[in-house]
C-alpha cells in the first residue's frame, strides 16, 4: 500500500522531497526560493496537518526570522503561484501540493480526528466536474474540494469516551 498522510511513514523524506523538489522547480523556471520562503514550506510539510497564516508568523518569529505578516502572506503568495502549496478555504490553512510539476486544482481528503490532510489524484475528479458543467453551460476558472471524514488511523483507534462495562 501507498505511503499517505495517514499512514505510519519517514516524515523527514516528505519535508526534504518537497524542498529538493521546490529548489529544482524554481531553479527551472528562474525564480527564487529565499530561505523565508523554503523555511515557510517546510513548516507547512512539517506535518500532513494544515497550517494557518499566523500559526506560520509564529514559528518564523521564534526562529528569529522578520514575523510581520507581510512577510509570510508574500510567502505563501509565492509558493502558491508556483504550486508549491494549496490553501484549504473552509479552513483558511495550507498545505504542500503532492504534484507542483503540473498546475491542478486541489482535492483533499481532510481527518476530523487527527486534522491531516491527503491530496488526491484529481484526473477523473477534474473530468467529472467538467462534464457536469458542461452540460450546464458553465466553464469552472477554479475549485479546491475539501472531503471531511475520519482516516483509517483514527477509526481503529480505541474510543476513550465509550463507557466501559
Not at 462534464?131 to 483509517?152: N, P, V, Y
Amino acid at each position: 500500500m501507498q505511503a499517505t498522510a495517514f499512514s505510519p511513514h519517514d516524515h523527514s523524506h516528505c519535508i526534504s522531497s518537497a524542498i529538493d523538489h521546490a529548489q529544482n522547480l524554481c531553479t527551472e523556471r528562474g525564480v527564487r526560493l529565499t530561505p523565508v520562503r523554503q523555511r515557510v514550506l517546510e513548516l507547512v510539510w512539517r506535518s500532513h496537518q494544515p497550517i494557518g497564516a499566523y500559526e506560520l508568523l509564529a514559528a518564523l518569529a521564534k526562529e528569529g526570522f522578520n514575523s510581520a505578516p507581510p512577510t509570510v502572506y508574500r510567502a505563501l503568495e509565492f509558493l502558491g503561484e508556483q504550486g508549491l502549496l494549496h490553501k484549504l478555504d473552509s479552513l483558511n490553512a495550507y498545505v504542500g501540493c503532492c504534484n507542483p510539476d503540473t498546475p491542478h486544482q486541489g482535492h483533499f481528503l481532510l481527518c476530523e480526528a487527527c486534522n491531516k490532510a491527503q491530496e488526491l489524484e484529481s484526473q477523473y475528479i477534474n473530468l467529472a466536474l467538467k462534464l457536469s458543467a458542461d452540460q450546464h453551460g458553465f466553464e469552472i476558472q477554479r475549485h479546491t474540494i475539501e472531503i471531511i471524514g475520519t482516516c483509517k488511523e483514527c477509526l481503529e483507534k480505541p474510543n476513550l469516551l465509550e463507557p466501559t462495562l
